[in-house]
C-alpha cells in the first residue's frame, strides 16, 4: 500500500518568510501527486498537481513544487509567505490507473503578521 | 454553482445511535469517496465508489456503511459499532475511477459529527 510522510506537522513563520513542505512517498510505480490545501473554515482544495512533464508545478497563489522520482519527493515551496497562507497543507499520491488517494498527515502551517 | 453538498455542518448524536451523513454532488461525477479527518492524522479513506450501485471498503470501513443508488447521492452511515466516531468526514468526488488523465478530487465542507 501507498504511504505518504509529511514532516513537520507544525510550522510557525513570518509573513515575507519562505516555506518549504517535505512530502515522500513509498509507491515505486507511476505516480501522479497532489498538494491540498485547506483554509480555516473552507473546503479543502486543489493547490497544484503533477502527473508528467516538467517536475517543477506551479500552482495557485504562488506556491510551487518539484517531483523528484529518484527521492520519491514532492515537495511544496513558496518564496514569500503571507498571514494568508495559514492553512494546513496536505500531500497525497495516486498510484498510475485509478484515482484512490494516499494523504499524508497534514502540515499545520501559520503565519504571523 | 456545481459543486458537493454535505448536510448538516455539524451533529451531534448519542452513543449507541446510527447516524446517517448526507453527500449531493451536481458535477456529473462517477466516482465518490468517504473519508475520516481527524487532527494530526491526515484523511483516510473509508469507502469509495466506482459507479452506481458499487462500492469498495476503504482503510477504516469498520463501523460504517454506504450505499449509492443515484450517482449524485453517496450517504454514509456511522454505526453503534464504530468505536470513535466523533470526526469530521469529508466527501469527496471525481470524474472517473481508472484514467489515463489526472483526475483530482473535488471535496465538499464537511459535517463534523460529536458523538457523547
Known amino acids: 500500500a501507498q504511504s505518504v510522510s509529511q514532516h513537520n506537522h507544525h510550522v510557525i513563520l513570518s509573513e515575507a518568510a519562505s516555506l518549504e513542505l517535505g512530502c515522500n512517498y513509498s509507491?515505486?510505480?507511476?505516480?501522479?501527486l497532489f498538494w491540498y490545501v485547506q483554509y480555516p473554515g473552507q473546503h479543502l482544495q486543489l493547490l497544484l498537481k503533477?502527473?508528467?512533464?516538467?517536475?517543477l508545478v506551479k500552482g495557485i497563489k504562488g506556491f510551487e513544487a518539484e517531483f523528484i522520482k529518484s527521492k520519491f519527493s514532492f515537495n511544496l515551496r513558496k518564496p514569500s509567505v503571507q498571514w494568508s497562507d495559514t492553512a494546513e497543507y496536505f500531500c497525497?499520491?495516486?498510484?498510475?490507473?485509478?484515482?484512490?488517494?494516499?494523504f499524508g498527515k497534514g502540515n499545520q502551517v501559520v503565519v504571523i503578521p | 454553482d456545481g459543486g458537493i453538498t454535505q448536510s448538516p455542518k455539524y451533529l451531534f448524536r448519542k452513543e449507541g445511535q446510527n447516524v446517517t451523513l448526507s453527500c449531493e454532488q451536481n458535477?456529473?461525477?462517477?466516482?465518490m469517496y468517504w473519508y475520516r479527518q481527524d487532527p494530526g492524522q491526515g484523511l483516510r479513506l473509508i469507502y469509495y465508489?466506482?459507479?452506481?450501485?458499487?462500492?469498495q471498503k476503504g482503510d477504516i470501513a469498520e463501523g460504517y456503511s454506504v450505499s449509492r443508488e443515484k450517482k449524485e447521492s453517496f450517504p454514509l452511515t456511522v454505526t453503534s459499532a464504530q468505536k470513535n466516531p466523533t470526526a469530521f468526514y469529508l466527501c469527496?468526488?471525481?470524474?472517473?475511477?481508472?484514467?489515463?488523465?489526472?483526475?483530482?478530487?473535488?471535496f465538499g465542507p464537511g459535517t463534523r459529527l460529536t458523538v457523547t
Open positions: 469527496a468526488s471525481s470524474p472517473t475511477w481508472t484514467s489515463g488523465r489526472v483526475d483530482e478530487q473535488y
Open positions: 509507491y515505486g510505480g507511476t505516480v501522479n
Open positions: 465508489s466506482q459507479i452506481v450501485n458499487d462500492f
Open positions: 503533477y502527473f508528467s512533464g516538467d517536475p
Open positions: 458535477l456529473n461525477h462517477d466516482a
Open positions: 497525497a499520491v495516486k498510484s498510475y490507473g485509478n484515482n484512490r488517494l494516499a
